[in-house]
């Protein structure tokens, strides 16, 4: 067994495996989706290039049986998201995925150290994974849907949420890492990134809640980050926040969707985003290789 980088061909056969393991959530990578074309944008969209972060397993005969990626921030995190490993089969899996993972990590530059794996927890092929690897899970996660149809149940929207602006970084760095510790995106790419929508609710002069979303590769609307500042949890300002986000990203998204992801342990975010009508559609599970910080839930 051979693990190397992917020529045209072997790339082309590497996207065969990998369509064909997600769509089942027991080889699927939490990270992309489970529609062919969908998954290609979503790979075409990654920070760092997957062609070159591709690294395939290949038998003795030439034939492609595994496949692995990644993306990474050097700068700003320090971390890294290992997409896949894919294999043809269980037998593949028991063989190769370790090694697979080994060789995305040895691409990284020096100084990233904090690495991160993702799947439904119907992968237990992950979960043995991570066991050899010496990572640990972190915990079910819940992803949701909503979309044009159950926007109509939503209530109003927070009149006094606007654009978060650069004069509001102290502020939303604060609430962002106190809501969000260690989390893969800091407060300063938050509003840096001109594709993001973030927008922030004052209340007498100071940041009271912030949300954040993005437009992924497919078209759907993602929502990261919503969190009410700690003086102000329980005062009813979560509802017209999560109404003000998830209107903006509709109105982005060329799928007319919105999707997010919250612990499943959250019971006040869980109880917000059901009350909204966001649909469950799958549950996750993470893997990572570093202690990690208890999160204040935001509400």
């Known amino acids: 067994m051979t693990i190397t980088p992917a020529d045209a061909a072997q790339r082309d056969a590497a996207i065969d495996i990998v369509v064909a393991a997600q769509r089942s959530p027991a080889t699927a990578c939490a990270y992309l989706g489970t529609e062919a074309e969908g998954i290609r944008a979503e790979l075409d969209d990654l920070d760092t290039p997957w062609q070159e972060t591709l690294r395939v397993a290949v038998d003795p005969s030439g034939r492609?049986?595994?496949?692995?990626?990644?993306?990474?921030?050097?700068?700003?995190?320090?971390?890294?998201?290992?997409?896949?490993?894919?294999?043809?089969?269980?037998?593949?899996?028991?063989?190769?995925?370790?090694?697979?993972?080994?060789?995305?990590?040895?691409?990284?530059?020096?100084?990233?150290?904090?690495?991160?794996?993702?799947?439904?927890?119907?992968?237990?092929?992950m979960a043995r994974l991570a066991a050899d690897l010496g990572w640990h899970a972190t915990g079910v996660s819940i992803a949701y849907r909503a979309t044009t149809a159950t926007a109509q149940r939503w209530p109003a929207a927070a009149p006094d949420a606007r654009v978060a602006t650069p004069a509001d970084l102290d502020a939303l760095t604060s609430l962002h890492d106190e809501a969000f510790p260690g989390t893969y995106a800091s407060a300063r790419q938050l509003l840096a990134d001109e594709a993001r929508a973030t927008l922030v609710l004052e209340r007498d002069g100071e940041v009271a809640g912030?949300?954040?979303?993005?437009?992924?590769?497919?078209?759907?609307?993602?929502?990261?980050?919503?969190?009410?500042?700690?003086?102000?949890?329980?005062?009813?300002?979560?509802?017209?926040?999560?109404s003000a986000i998830s209107r903006e990203l509709l109105r982005r998204?060329?799928?007319?969707?919105?999707?997010?992801?919250?612990?499943?342990?959250?019971?006040?975010?869980?109880?917000?985003?059901?009350?909204?009508?966001?649909?469950?559609?799958?549950?996750?599970?993470?893997?990572?290789?570093w202690p990690q910080p208890q999160p204040q839930r935001a509400g």
């Open 64 to 125: 492609v049986v595994g496949a692995v990626l990644h993306d990474v921030d050097p700068e700003d995190t320090m971390r890294s998201w290992i997409h896949g490993p894919w294999t043809l089969d269980d037998r593949t899996w028991s063989e190769h995925a370790v090694p697979l993972v080994r060789a995305a990590l040895e691409q990284l530059p020096p100084g990233v150290e904090r690495h991160e794996l993702s799947a439904a927890p119907a992968h237990t092929g």
């Open 253 to 289: 998204s060329g799928q007319g969707t919105v999707d997010l992801v919250v612990d499943e342990v959250n019971a006040p975010a869980v109880a917000l985003y059901e009350g909204f009508g966001y649909v469950r559609d799958a549950e996750l599970l993470g893997y990572r290789s």
């Open 210 to 242: 912030y949300a954040s979303g993005e437009i992924q590769a497919d078209g759907a609307g993602y929502l990261d980050f919503l969190a009410i500042a700690p003086g102000h949890r329980g005062t009813g300002l979560a509802p017209g926040m999560l």
